[in-house]
């Protein structure tokens, strides 16, 4: 490790060479901060300044970070060799443990991040109903791979890219409908009967933080059933998160496919697409391609069974929740003795602030100018929303609140 302890220093010497001087675009705000270690609900940055993390990596480090009892089932299942390219009894164990917790499930595949999660799971949709649309929702995000990554365009049935590089053809089967919106959405089954293999939905999307409307996930639900398409929960932050493992059985609906990822591992690369055993029909015969290299490495599979382990009697849960609810609360009786009316949404281990007392969409520009003015106070969450971990604790509250009075008295 080199000596050179200034931001600037390290952040330009990774700019010269990767583009933005990160390696993923989300990181790109804040970029010029270069962080070396995290430990529990901090990290630090080159220069040796502690930040409360919200942010948790963006959703894994759910036991905080370098968690002591995952890392030591890691290093123990590294030493037999990381990717052996066969079955292996971890890969057994870690499926069987998904599914202790996934109990409307009888399928495991697991993948690497994600986006291939996602993209595992519209195969497997496309290949079960031998259709091509699929449905997604206006403010949600499914990962970076060009199908799912588009934005409004001119109607509901011509999405625009989310970027530059992608091909028209690779969204012509994506449609992007208003969220809530469940009167739109058996139009659309109308208008294109028996074309539409999926729905598929953040049914609670805590970065963009808007709650699914009452009866709008049971009403998608009965909607797919009726029209032969399947319905997939992207649990890829909800997972593990919000109970553990499903969140679906929180939420009262039970889907075809669901996607888990992020605080399945703790921080470790891993991922997973899981259902019913009919939508991976084709699959073991080869008929449905799923493929991965690092899929099942012996590092995720040690990952996955220490997370369930730890997690599975919902303690674990319970503890966040405490912290986050009283967060949640804290933030909201700070702002109130600064004259801000503030609302706190979503569930304690993922929640979002609002200024305007609704629950609007993540444009809100105020939420997003009080967390440039956090960092400065050194709390970091990401877009609007604060993740809470097992590891946050009586200190990291004080700190949270009190850097969160300083920042929105910073905002005159
Ligand atoms: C709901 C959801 N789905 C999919 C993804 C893509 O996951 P990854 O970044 O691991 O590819 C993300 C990433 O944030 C996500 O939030």
Not at 40 to 63: I, T
Not at 129 to 144: C, D, L, N, P
Not at 240 to 248: D, E, M, N, V, W
Request: aromatic fraction near 8%; charge should be negative; hydrophobic fraction near 45%.
């Amino acid at each position: 490790m080199s000596t050179i302890t200034s931001n600037e220093t390290w952040h330009t010497r990774a700019a010269e060479r990767t583009p933005g001087g990160v390696h993923s675009n989300a990181r790109l705000v804040g970029a010029e901060t270069v962080f070396v270690r995290g430990e529990g609900p901090w990290l630090w940055d080159v220069e040796g300044q502690r930040y409360a993390d919200y942010m948790l990596g963006r959703g894994p480090a759910y036991l905080g970070h370098s968690p002591a009892t995952v890392l030591d089932a890691v290093q123990a299942a590294s030493v037999n060799g990381m990717c052996l390219g066969h079955a292996t009894p971890l890969e057994v164990e870690a499926t069987e443990a998904m599914l202790s917790v996934i109990p409307w499930a009888e399928r495991v595949r697991f993948t690497s991040s994600g986006t291939e999660a996602v993209q595992a799971a519209l195969r497997l949709a496309r290949a079960a109903t031998g259709r091509s649309i699929v449905i997604q929702f206006e403010g949600q995000y499914h990962g970076w791979v060009d199908g799912v990554s588009v934005v409004p365009g001119a109607s509901a049935h011509q999405p625009a890219p989310a970027t530059k590089g992608q091909a028209p053809s690779s969204y012509h089967d994506t449609l992007l409908l208003p969220w809530n919106d469940l009167a739109l959405l058996e139009q659309t089954f109308l208008d294109h009967s028996e074309q539409i293999a999926a729905v598929i939905m953040e049914p609670i999307n805590i970065f963009g933080g808007v709650m699914p409307v009452d009866g709008f996930l049971a009403g998608s639900r009965l909607l797919t059933e009726q029209h032969g398409a399947l319905l997939i929960f992207d649990e890829v932050v909800t997972g593990f998160r919000l109970a553990p493992g499903s969140a679906a059985g929180l939420l009262g609906v039970t889907p075809d496919l669901a996607t888990y990822a992020k605080a399945m591992g703790s921080g470790w690369p891993v991922s997973a697409v899981a259902g019913a055993a009919r939508w991976f029909d084709g699959v073991a015969s080869d008929q449905v391609r799923l493929s991965g290299t690092y899929n099942g490495n012996a590092a995720a599979m040690a990952a996955v069974i220490a997370t369930v382990d730890m997690t599975r009697d919902g303690s674990v849960h319970r503890a966040v929740d405490t912290y986050g609810r009283t967060l949640m609360e804290r933030l909201v009786v700070t702002a109130a003795e600064q004259g801000v009316a503030l609302s706190a949404n979503g569930f304690p281990s993922g929640f979002w602030l609002s200024f305007d007392g609704l629950d609007t969409p993540d444009s809100d520009a105020a939420a997003f100018r009080l967390a440039a003015l956090l960092r400065a106070h050194h709390v970091i969450m990401y877009r609007r929303t604060w993740l809470s971990s097992a590891a946050h604790d009586a200190e990291a509250m004080e700190f949270s609140v009190a850097a969160f009075a300083a920042a929105l008295g910073d905002d005159d």
